[in-house]
């Protein structure tokens, strides 16, 4: 039977995203499709898969990222599906651990990409919204006003994501200087 979840993850909390994937399996349900917050489970065998999530340097299609995902297929680790840049993967739970990042250096570079994501679309919403701001002062309100409190809040939102996920990258830095 399938069943369809709808929920919403931020990009800097993609290990809860993980997390919940992981519970979903341990209660019997295997991801089978992705979508923008959907989520399609199928039922299966409790805890049969260890599910990761992956944000690629390009886009899946990229000729790069198709030899990644071949490289992690040969590995005995199954692509799900994508959404823009984020792939989903997951590997069977008897074929032994499932870690993208082995050490702390790929775990800073994985934090960096999705860092830079994240700032990047707090900058392009940020903005749209300065310039709706000074639009509503300058009394063309009437027109620009959901739009600039849509673009602040998303902003707002991305840049406070920014910030967590830089420190996490200081912590991960850290504790690197720890075990050297």
């Known amino acids: 039977m399938r069943y369809t979840v709808h929920k919403v993850f931020l990009p800097w909390n993609f ?3 993980e997390q919940w994937l992981n519970e979903m399996s341990a209660k019997g349900l295997e991801l089978v499709s992705i979508g923008w917050c959907k ?98 002062f300058n009394n063309d309100f009437m027109r620009n006003y959901p739009i600039f409190i849509l673009n602040a809040v998303v902003a707002v939102v991305l840049i406070a994501g920014y910030f967590i996920l830089l420190k996490k990258i200081i912590r991960l830095k850290k504790d690197k200087q720890l075990y050297e």
């Open 15 to 17: 290990e809860k995203e």
């Open 39 to 136: 989520y399609i489970f199928e039922d299966g065998s409790k805890n049969e898969y260890k599910y990761r999530i992956e944000l690629l340097e390009n886009l899946p299609s990229h000729a790069e990222s198709i030899t990644y995902i071949r490289f992690l297929e040969d590995m005995g680790i199954e692509h799900i599906g994508s959404f823009f840049r984020w792939v989903y993967l997951r590997k069977k739970t008897q074929d032994g651990d499932f870690d993208l990042y082995s050490d702390i250096d790929s775990k800073i570079k994985h934090y960096r990409r999705i860092s830079i994501f994240v700032g990047v679309l707090g900058l392009a919403n940020a903005a749209p919204a300065i310039t709706n701001g000074i639009n509503y």
